[in-house]
């Protein structure tokens, strides 16, 4: 496996897990720029671009799209042709999840997994989002401590304190606010939308598909809100909550029932005769063992040189757990945590990301995310929603209501979340597992709810994160692909078994 492969791995390994936030892969987008009228300049993308019929381009846009007059900055932007011109009906643009992931290498890797009829109708299209490198980047230069995982997730304490997340916000905002720049204002939803428009209008698009993904699905309503009538074929896969009241807020506060809807099949395979990652006899020990084994770890935690932070804690058992249901692949990581754990050793430490791509991936997030919304600043807000979760829902110790970094944020959002309606052409199409940890089916449901006659749900009996083409199964697959190829639509809300 060559370096660069492995950094776009293991970056997407991390990309979940941190703060809501996604990851960059690192491609190498075209120096070639576009002209003041919009126009895209195509090249080579150089760089080891896994498929060399990937092209990269760089677009132009508005920093400030208030602001006539407002500086410019650069949107990296790669594709795959059709596959057959003869059968192109146009552009579907992949919309990354996030806040903090990138879509730029997607042509060239889950694209690819696309049936052919798919490919052959249209152009994959993927792209950076502003702030993310290798587009005009933004970077708060954090301490690397803050940049842990279980550090960015707000864990509260072993006690339930919120006080610790309470200086981890402020001290990070204060980074934010001092080295990231005019650009990390202008980082929202919104504008992202804004840039999708100005790329489509420049790929000589009159509409444009797109398949968005976990907060994609976020940014594919918030596009199609504000550009109904430019939209074609809209799959939303995995959908967040667009609760416009709470936004991220609502995201973090579904995983308490998305580790609720999860944990059970997790158990299920870790209690299984003849698994060497086995951790229980029966699956209705796994859940006590767990928060036996969480407890433990916040009264003791054992040391864990390398690792970031040195120590197995239970707020790193936590996160590993919460980490390890988006897909029943990773199910072997907590188990083998867990494991370790048992045995008073640690497993060996996970490889990471570059810095620099932490440190990008984390700004973008923040400034997305606070942004976005005002999140309270309040600290009793916090103190009481962690209490009431902490009782409820003992697996998650409260995270899901705990501050993040946007409580000590400082600037108010320049403009109002965007309400998702039903107003609009009627070409939403919704998929999503019946289980999945990070946007459980309780926040599709509202999302279905907000789009109201636009949509169709699709909900699939499977577990995992990213339902389509990834952890869904053929009936969900086929129906997707089917909307895509043909335009055909289920004439109701459909349950796929599995």
């Known amino acids: 496996m060559t370096q660069r492969k492995r950094i776009i791995r293991d970056a997407a390994l991390v990309g979940v897990s941190t703060a809501l936030l996604g990851i960059t892969a690192p491609f190498t987008a075209s120096a070639a720029t576009a002209d003041p009228a919009g126009a895209l300049t195509w090249t080579d993308c150089g760089g080891g671009a896994v498929d060399p019929r990937q092209q990269c381009a760089t677009l132009r846009v508005p920093m400030d799209y208030a602001d006539p007059g407002s500086p410019r900055i650069d949107i990296a932007v790669s594709r795959i042709r059709s596959e057959d011109p003869d059968a192109r009906r146009g552009t579907l643009l992949l919309i990354p999840g996030g806040p903090g992931g990138s879509s730029l290498g997607d042509p060239s890797g889950k694209g690819q997994k696309l049936p052919r009829e798919v490919r052959d109708a249209y152009d994959l299209v993927g792209f950076a989002p502003r702030g993310l490198a290798p587009s005009t980047a933004v970077d708060c230069g954090l301490e690397t401590a803050d940049l842990a995982t279980s550090r960015l997730r707000p864990w509260p304490a072993p006690d339930g304190s919120v006080d610790g997340n309470l200086d981890t916000a402020r001290r990070v905002t204060d980074a934010c606010v001092r080295d990231g720049g005019e650009l990390m204002r202008h980082l929202s939803t919104a504008n992202e939308a804004r840039d999708l428009d100005r790329l489509r209008a420049a790929l000589g698009e009159r509409k444009i598909s797109a398949w968005g993904v976990s907060y994609g699905t976020y940014v594919g309503a918030v596009y199609a809100q504000l550009f109904p009538h430019r939209t074609d074929r809209v799959v939303l896969d995995s959908n967040d909550d667009p609760d416009p009241a709470r936004v991220a807020r609502a995201w973090l506060a579904g995983h308490e029932q998305g580790v609720e809807d999860t944990f059970p099949d997790f158990a299920a395979w870790a209690s299984q005769p003849g698994n060497p990652d086995r951790v229980a006899l029966r699956a209705a020990d796994v859940r006590p063992r767990f928060l036996r084994l969480a407890a433990e770890l916040d009264r003791t935690p054992i040391p864990w040189p390398g690792a970031n932070p040195e120590e197995l804690n239970g707020n790193v058992l936590r996160q590993t757990m919460l980490d390890s249901l988006y897909r029943p692949s990773a199910y072997p990581t907590l188990a083998r945590m867990m494991r370790a754990a048992a045995q008073g050793t640690v497993p060996p430490v996970p490889q990471a990301p570059p810095e620099s791509v932490l440190q990008n991936v984390t700004a973008v997030g923040v400034g997305t995310l606070c942004n976005d919304v005002a999140w309270p600043k309040s600290p009793a807000v916090y103190r009481k929603g962690v209490a009431e979760s902490r009782a409820k829902y003992p697996l998650t110790a409260g ?34 597992n019946e289980r999945d940890v990070a946007t459980p089916l309780s926040g599709a449901r509202k999302m279905r709810e907000a789009l109201g006659r636009r949509a ?18 053929a009936c969900g697959d086929r129906t997707v692909s089917r909307f895509l190829a043909t335009g055909q639509r289920p004439s109701a809300d459909l349950y796929c078994e599995g």
């Open 456 to 473: 169709v749900m699709v909900t699939v009996d499977s577990t995992g994160h990213d339902a389509y083409l990834a952890n869904g199964n």
């Open 399 to 432: 995270m899901p209501r705990n501050a993040m970094v946007c409580a000590a944020w400082p600037y108010a959002p320049r403009e109002a979340p965007v309400r998702i309606t039903g107003r609009g052409p009627s070409n939403v199409l919704l998929v999503q």
